[in-house]
């Protein structure tokens, strides 16, 4: 194989399997603290796309303003909705509510995409690229863009992770997904662990959208391909497994970018699904996780 050419696909696929990881941490990181799926996750992906697009192409601020804009509006928006529907539902509905937190989060999904069909249309609104040009090095390509969502989707992960491990909110949280009971006696708001790592995993999906407007313009059904590939990750990685989500994302990502390229078109969503089929039946635990080890 020529080296440009592997080189290229490489970079290709860190940069596709970044986006996936990011998807997929917030996303295991609500499942790891809570016990939920969150089927609504790639209409939180949506709703950061439309954020980007209004702050970067109507207001003309400079894009690192709509992913910190996309981020904390997300935020906001994800501690609300557990604060408001599902604190409310873990209340009510006793032992039954993880079952019906699935019926309420699809709920969700519906109502965002079809506000959003109402609000915006189905027209898809998107901004040519985050940092314009391309540096060639030995035949190689290295698209600005690109190199830019690596970085920061690879940075907002190592942040969260530093977040989680080492701060005194973050061992709360981490406190909390162990053992809710034992955290609650020694002090620990659980409740309040809940909605803030639902802010997080929400934020983790505003930004995800704000990145890959480039590449997911903002529509109602945006969220749609990132949040499938997403549910990917968190299986491949282990459920509540951030470093595991990471680690798969960026495996998926190699996997499609080479399968893109030597075979016929389709073909790496054969292999992806495969391998989580194959996974599934014989290390239902995950890839990178022995026993769906937790944040």
């Not at 708001?189 to 809940?194: H, V």
């Not at 505003?206 to 590449?215: D, E, K, P, R, V």
């Not at 945006?222 to 497994?241: E, H, R």
């Amino acid at each position: 194989m020529d080296f440009s050419i592997f080189t290229q696909l490489f970079v290709l696929g860190l940069v596709r399997g970044t986006m996936y990881a990011l998807m997929g941490v917030g996303l295991s990181l609500i499942f790891g603290i809570m016990g939920i799926v969150n089927f609504a996750h790639g209409e939180l992906f949506m709703v950061g796309c439309y954020i980007m697009y209004f702050v970067t192409a109507m207001l003309g601020l400079p894009f690192p303003l709509g992913i910190i804009a996309s981020g904390a509006g997300l935020l906001i928006v994800g501690f609300i909705l557990e604060k408001g529907l599902i604190s409310t539902l873990r209340k009510k509905a006793g032992r039954e509510w993880l079952m019906d937190s699935f019926v309420l989060t699809i709920g969700l999904m519906v109502i965002f995409q079809n506000l959003a069909l109402i609000i915006f249309g189905a027209i898809q609104r998107g901004i040519p690229n985050l940092v314009a040009g391309s540096l060639v090095i030995k035949e190689v390509v290295f698209i600005y863009d690109h190199m830019t969502i690596l970085s920061l989707a690879t940075l907002t992960v190592g942040l969260l992770w530093s977040f989680i491990k080492y701060t005194s909110l973050g061992k709360a949280i981490r406190a909390t997904s162990q053992h809710s009971e034992a955290a609650q006696t020694l002090g620990i708001d659980s409740g309040l662990m809940y909605s803030i790592a639902f802010g997080i995993g929400a934020a983790l999906a505003g930004i995800s959208g704000a990145l890959l407007i480039t590449l997911y313009p903002a529509n109602p059904n945006a969220g749609m391909g990132p949040v499938l590939k997403s549910f990917v990750v968190v299986i491949l990685g282990g459920l509540g497994n951030i470093k595991g989500a990471f680690a798969a994302g960026i495996l998926v990502g190699l996997l499609e970018a080479f399968a893109m390229f030597y075979l016929a078109g389709g073909w790496q969503n054969v292999i992806v699904f495969s391998i989580v089929i194959a996974v599934l039946v014989f290390k239902p635990a995950g890839l990178f996780a022995a026993a769906g080890e937790r944040p």
